[in-house]
């Protein structure tokens, strides 16, 4: 049995003895401890020998080779058909210099008795089967933790699996710490601690010296004086070679690595040396298409760290190896990213490890930075770049696998150590809280990064100038984060304005000023102007692929925006080939499991279930599930997107077993994700889980999450956060639903006040919720009142964004709809056809958009007495919200609904008896599941299922 020390060899032997000497080895059981001199190898030989010719150990032998008659001794035995096992424990560790003795040496009846024994060297011997031993499974270092105490209870499951990863899973670590929580000399919650802030090595030696007294001698064995002896016995460039390989992390160490050590370390015979005396646990292997050396256990290489101060030319070499490896262009090239991830860990083991004070002279990181600034040539050009190399280039690798939270420690530790090296005010350490700032945005919390934004802003255009690239890269940064946070006016002035000075310092075609007009189009196309944001869309990609090329990272960026937004546009084949070339692109030159692959292909789903092809958008759903939930788990957002879409895809198939089944399970991920304090992240998956159980119909449950999320975001972010008030308009559409009108007038009035103070009355978020509060006028029939507020919003938005754009079109609508209400069918029916021939001729007949447009004509007709035009609108509202929206959506319950009224008074019951099969299911509904439009018509539906009294 072979492996490093503390892996428990010899524990094993002796429970191999005990479960099977007696009953399977009648001819004796026999121990030898082989780490002794030879006078002490001869006592034990000779005390064998006694107690095989059952004479006395004391008993004097004639002269003559006591191995060759120990050997003859063990031949008689075995002879008579009676089996001996034979364990040698703790073969000794070859010493520099001097040849490995052959098992023979201390087995002299090798071949003729069962031998078994414990080596922390390699052993490579004819006849000799090596088996490794690993270190514990989680679930069995736990038990052997808390076997024989009451403890197990006192911390949860992941906390005793923290301890035990702590001490590696080590059997001989796991039995001293057992021993201290049996005997009460440390409780598990001070375990707890320990194991956060304590090197495990130096919290071993000192349970090992509080237990000094409590236990019989020999019952434990000390895992330090166990690992001294095989560090002690390498030679002193293998002992070199181990400190180095210390400082990684316990993931398989790539040769690459290794090699940018240097040929002071990279030797066969180093390695050899390692591997045969189990400081690696194994070599050779692969990992993300390279070649690693072994892995070296946790216990050992903090042993290692803690027992001997590492020379500082060491520490040197250290940081340029990994930054010869870990090369800005292999991190931004996606191709390198699966080994990125296998030196992360090495990179990290060490960046933190410089970073304790455990390993630094009194002048503390500083001191350490410049140390490596003068040792490694490599960064002589840049004063700061050592420690800060090493962390950014671990920001970068985990910024672009979408690991912000992980990536922002990174970041802040950076700007620790800048700021220390250049003062606070420093552009260095003003660009590193840039750089924390990004990270926190994408990380979820838009008020910590707009404050760090909004703090380092005027510092930079003091110290830099307001035309330095960093000072507009911040600005840029800052309209980007006001976007996100939903002040989309402010977002689009700090772009414009950004946009205007990158144009006249670098040109308007540079690639940073096209990357601004990016961030301009992304503003426009988040607050719903579609057709301004397709058309920069498609400047940006154009002007990119000349200056970067058609593939370019930015270039797909520009190109994924312009077929986003010819979906919101209703041109649905024109995006549909957009994101199969994307995902082409993406899946060529990122991978199959990269973010923008994942992106383009659900994309795909989201639009084949857009035209009503439901077949190929579920096999599209189903494919795009399994990579996200293995690439980004099950409970992310990624992956419960695509659930939910999958859901909806079904749904409209009329699979609606299948469709509930996984809502269901969408909706389970989301409560718990919506559990734990109220951080950016919880609120965000509360407002999620209210949304979807809205979606399903669920209003009556959705209500109290509703109102929780709204009130945990007043109390967190305030009550004109944008967050706040999209919750609190959400709020208001579903008491709609639920038919509290009044209470939803009163949360849309309030919410409407609130943005126009806190954003301006002619913000994108203020009209959405001018046109919230106008519906809810109109369906109580307060059409003069609606009419003012839809008036008002014409006005806004044709100024504001034009006579064709989405939000003019849907209030020159809205108003005709009004109009209709209100008995004005002249002044109506401009507006009404204007923006129907508008809608049809920019976006094409199917977008949904335009099936409003058809509706409000179809009810202008029907009011103009006019039912046979009235119908044929009625079924083209229908077709287009049968294939846009799910079956049972409320929109597409009222088109069916009237159009059967209108199909009726025409006497076509054929046609009309057929619409009714699809109203049916109105009948079987809870009505509190349903939206208070399809309880009225649910109710209008049983009575026209009544017989009539000429059938009576």
Known sequence: MEAGAGFGKTCLALEYAWRFGASHYPGGVFWLTAD?????????????????????????????????????????????????????????????????????????????????????????????????????????????????????????????????????????????????????????????????????TNELSREMSALQGQVAPGALRGVTSALALSYDALAPAAQRAARLLSWFGSEPVPLELFHALGPGVDT????????????????????????????????????????????????????????????????????????????????????????????????????????????????????????????????????????????????????????????????????????????????????????????????????????????????????????????????????????????????????????????????????????????????????????????????????????????????????????????????????????????????????????????????????????????????????????????????????HEEAGLLRESTLESRRRRALGPDDAKTLAAKAALANCLQDMGRYREAQPVYERTLEARRRVLGPEHPLALWSQDRLGDNLVAMGSFERAESEYREVLGRAQRALGCECAQALTFQADLARLLEAVCRYEEARRVIERRLEVSTRKYGATSAITLSSMNSLGSVLVGVGDLKKARPLIHSALETRVRIWGSENIGVADSYRTWGILLDAAGDPAGACEYFQKALAIRSVKLRYRHPDTTVSAWELFQVLHLLSDGSAAQVLMEHLVWLTDANPADLHIKQREIREKVRLALLPSPASN
Request: aromatic share 6%; with cysteine.
């Open 36 to 200: 002794q001199d030879e006078s002490g190898l001869e006592y034990q030989f000779r005390g064998m020998l006694s107690a095989l010719r059952d004479e006395p150990t004391e008993r004097r032998l004639e002269p003559g080779n006591v191995r060759a008659k120990l050997a003859a001794a063990f031949e008689a035995v075995t002879g008579t058909g009676k089996p001996v096992l034979y364990i040698v424990d703790n073969l000794p560790e070859p010493k520099p210099g001097i040849k490995m003795r052959p098992l023979e040496y201390y087995c002299p009846a090798m071949g003729t008795v069962t031998l078994l024994a414990t080596t922390r060297a390699r052993r490579l011997e004819a006849r000799v089967h090596s088996l490794m031993i690993d270190a514990l499974p989680r679930a069995a270092s736990i038990s052997l933790l808390t076997n024989g105490t009451e403890l197990r209870p006192n911390l949860e499951d992941g906390k005793w699996e923290e301890i035990a990863a702590w001490a590696g899973d080590l059997p001989l670590a796991l039995e001293v710490l057992n021993s201290s929580l049996r005997l009460g000399t440390i409780s598990p919650a001070e375990l707890l601690a320990r194991c956060r802030s304590e090197s495990v």
């Open 268 to 655: 066969a015979e180093l390695r050899a040396a390692l591997t045969g005396h189990s400081i690696l646990a194994s070599s050779g292997g692969r990992a993300a298409n390279l070649d690693v050396l072994g892995t070296m256990h946790r216990v050992m290489a903090d042993y290692i760290r803690n027992r001997v101060r590492t020379p500082r030319r060491d520490l040197a070499l250290i940081c340029g190896a990994l930054a010869s490896v870990m090369t800005p262009d292999r991190i931004k090239d996606t191709k390198h990213w699966s080994a990125m991830n296998v030196y992360l860990p090495h990179a990290a083991r060490f960046f933190w490890g410089a970073m304790s004070d455990t390993h630094e002279d009194k002048a503390g990181p500083t001191g350490l930075i410049r140390l490596f600034s003068r040792a490694t040539a490599r960064f002589t050009s840049n004063i700061s770049e050592p420690l800060r190399y090493l962390a950014d280039a671990c920001r970068q690798v985990l910024y672009n696998q979408r690991r912000y939270e992980a990536a922002l420690k990174y970041a802040e530790a950076e700007c620790r150590l800048t700021t220390k090296l250049f003062g606070p005010n420093s552009g260095p350490a003003l660009e590193s809280i840039v750089s924390v700032a990004d990270v926190t945005r994408m990380a979820g919390d838009l008020d910590r990064a707009l404050k760090l934004e909004n703090e380092v802003l005027p510092k930079m255009e003091q110290t830099l100038g307001k035309d330095d690239p960093s000072t507009l890269l911040l600005r840029q940064n800052i309209a980007v984060t006001l976007n996100m946070w939903g002040d989309h006016e402010r977002a689009k002035q700090y772009a414009t304005e950004t946009l205007d000075s990158k144009t006249a310092l670098l040109g308007a075609a540079h690639p940073e000023t096209i990357s601004c007009q990016l961030a301009v189009a992304r503003i426009s196309y988040d607050s719903s102007d579609y057709d301004n944001a397709h058309k920069q869309y498609e400047r940006c990609y154009r002007s990119f692929a000349r200056a970067l090329g058609s593939e370019s990272d930015k270039a797909l960026i520009a190109r994924h925006g312009v077929a986003a937004s010819l979906y919101e546009l209703g041109d649905d084949l024109r995006a549909l080939e957009h994101f199969k070339e994307l995902s082409d692109a993406n899946r060529r030159l990122l991978g199959p499991d990269h973010e923008g692959t994942l992106v383009s292909q659900h994309w795909i789903g989201i639009v084949l279930n857009h035209m009503g092809r439901y077949s190929a958008a579920e096999s599209q759903f189903r494919e795009v599930l399994v990579q996200r939930q293995r690439v980004f788990g099950s409970d992310s957002d990624d992956a419960l997107s695509t659930q939910w879409n999958l859901a909806a895809c079904l749904d409209a198939m009329g699979r």
